[in-house]
């Protein structure tokens, strides 16, 4: 079922909005959000009541109703009433007019859209642009603009292969090590230069390793783990023990 409502100013007691809802609870007729200019600049000004006008209505005849006390109350775009709505009501944006500021708002956002143009203008319009491209420093601009693209796609086909771009492998060697210990602490950078041991879980020799980064660089084990293992956090990593060169000397000594 659907309900027409009206909202009251209380600074001077008079109806200011006329609207129809049909949700149960009254929903629409409390609802601040989605009002129009008008209505929100009255509510900025003054506290407001809302009060159903008549209830349990088919939809047709609420939209009937509104128009009626619409019509009523006048409204006030138009210089007939108190009200602030923007249609005569109903169904739909009959009667709908839009303010100054609407107007202008659209007029700008208009602004360099194409449009609909009759022959004669669009025969002007073509005479301007043949106009503009005798004219030598359009052309020198418009040359050089077209020149500049050619080049990048010159540049980017040299750059691109079929499956995509594809770094040379000096380059991704670079980006390796650039990217090689940026998260980890400044304690953990220092060390990662100083050789490495790698044993069983015996004890048992495996390999000796230049750094940290070799070792990460060969076999893809994590730098910042085989560091925790070396000073001590981890008792092995990757099921093998590592350890600082020095110490693994001290230890033996």
Not at 33 to 59: C, F, G, M
Not at 191 to 209: A, H, P
Request: with cysteine; charged share 35%; net charge positive.
């Amino acid at each position: 079922m659907a309900y027409v409502y009206r909202h009251i100013r209380l600074d001077k007691n008079e109806p200011f909005y006329i609207g129809i809802g049909s949700d149960s609870k009254y929903w629409r007729a409390t609802k601040k959000s989605q009002r129009n200019i008008l209505w929100k600049r009255v509510v900025a000004k003054t506290d407001y009541e809302v009060e159903i006008i008549i209830d349990n209505l088919t939809w047709d005849e609420a939209c009937k109703k509104e128009v009626e006390f619409i019509k009523l109350y006048g409204r006030k775009n138009l210089g007939t009433g108190t009200l602030v709505n923007l249609t005569d009501g109903g169904e739909g944006s009959l009667g709908y007019k839009p303010t100054e500021e609407t107007k202008e708002k659209l007029s700008k956002s208009l602004q360099g859209k194409p449009i609909n143009l009759t022959d004669d203008e669009r025969l002007k319009r073509s005479e301007r642009f043949k106009h503009l491209n005798q004219n030598e420093d359009f052309i020198k601009k418009k040359v050089k603009g077209i020149r500049d693209s050619e080049k990048l796609k010159e540049y980017y086909k040299s750059r691109i292969g079929k499956k995509g771009y594809s770094h040379t492998e000096e380059s991704k060697n670079k980006i390796r090590l650039s990217r090689l210990g940026k998260k980890m602490p400044k304690h953990v950078l220092d060390k990662r230069s100083f050789k490495v041991v790698q044993t069983t879980l015996d004890g048992e020799v495996i390999k000796i390793w230049d750094s940290s980064r070799q070792i990460q660089r060969e076999t893809k084990f994590s730098q910042g783990n085989i560091w925790r293992c070396c000073v001590g956090q981890y008792k092995q990593v990757y099921g093998y023990k590592w350890i600082y060169l020095k110490n693994y000397k001290s230890n033996q000594n």
